[in-house]
């Protein structure tokens, strides 16, 4: 983002409400190791704060922007477009542009550095720097940057048939930590919609970057509920998954928040050619929902 743009978003958004910094108060011990490193809270912000935000959440056109969506798709709208796109309030803009910046990744350092390192071997000495010097640039703006954060408005669409928008999966291989902020809708009571996290019964191995389920058990819900956060260190551990989801006109709504690297952290394990036809099924399950 250049400096006059920065400057002018500045001065727009100066006068309104406290922004929440949604990890500043969390401790290190606060952070769960098992299966991997996430974090989770509900009622993350006071409820005037959330009322205050969830008045002024985008509507499902604003986000499509003219676009067909299919049933139960997820559509967003990313950092880059929220900041240059008046019809959002000031509020949501300050609050995108701090959770894409380097107070905000110093934040997740101090909860999840040590465990970055445990995870990523050799990463801080590929990138040239501790994760704590690191320059960060929000996704989709230039600059030099050793990492790229987004913030983004997220939909999955109404529902027409009862199904899952992600089952259990690791994110993309360049993203190194995500999270999520839920504003599910006063007198929502469509089932299902909820993150799901996954141990591996065995040694990871994945058809692209989902997992068999025979692979894999289900041990934490984090329900969808107004309010609640949960983030999480990205690997080949971190599989995770939203559970199905039951016929609804209603959008599920939440923040993604996302750290991309300009490298893969990881590389996760494929199925062999043996494996693959052996667990035909299984794989073709896998890889039919398979919609990166």
Not at 8 to 20: D, F, K, L
Not at 45 to 54: I, R
Not at 122 to 133: A, N, P, S, V
Request: aromatic letters at 12%.
């Amino acid at each position: 983002m250049s400096a006059a743009m920065a400057a002018s978003a500045a001065q727009e958004t100066a006068p309104v409400m406290g922004v929440p910094h949604l990890l500043s108060d969390v401790r290190v011990e606060d952070v769960f190791d098992d299966p991997y490193a996430h974090y989770t809270r509900r009622n993350v912000v006071p409820a005037d704060v959330y009322a205050a935000l969830e008045a002024e959440f985008p509507t499902l056109d604003t986000i499509l922007g003219g676009r067909p969506a299919a049933s139960n798709q997820a559509v967003r709208m990313t950092v880059k477009q929220v900041l240059n796109d008046r019809r959002i309030s000031p509020l949501w803009r300050e609050f995108f542009e701090y959770h894409t910046s380097g107070d905000y990744w110093r934040d997740v350092v101090r909860l999840f550095g040590d465990r970055f390192r445990r995870a990523f071997p050799g990463l801080e000495e590929r990138i040239g720097r501790r994760y704590e010097d690191w320059r960060v640039v929000p996704r989709g703006f230039a600059g030099e940057a050793d990492l790229h954060l987004d913030c983004q408005f997220v939909m999955n669409t109404p529902v027409t048939e009862v199904s899952s928008v992600k089952t259990a999966h690791v994110d993309l291989c360049d993203k190194i930590f995500s999270a999520l902020f839920y504003f599910r809708e006063a007198g929502d009571s469509t089932p299902g919609g909820d993150f799901e996290v996954y141990r591996w019964r065995r040694s990871p191995r994945f058809v692209k970057h989902r997992s068999l389920n025979r692979d894999v058990e289900m041990v934490k819900i984090v329900q969808y509920e107004a309010n609640t956060y949960a983030c999480f260190l990205n690997s080949e551990q971190a599989v995770h998954g939203v559970s199905p989801r039951g016929i609804t006109n209603v959008p599920r709504r939440y923040i993604n928040f996302i750290a991309e690297l300009p490298m893969k952290a990881f590389e996760p394990k494929q199925l062999n050619a043996w494996q693959r036809l052996w667990y035909a099924n299984d794989v073709k399950a896998a890889a039919q929902d398979e919609r990166y």
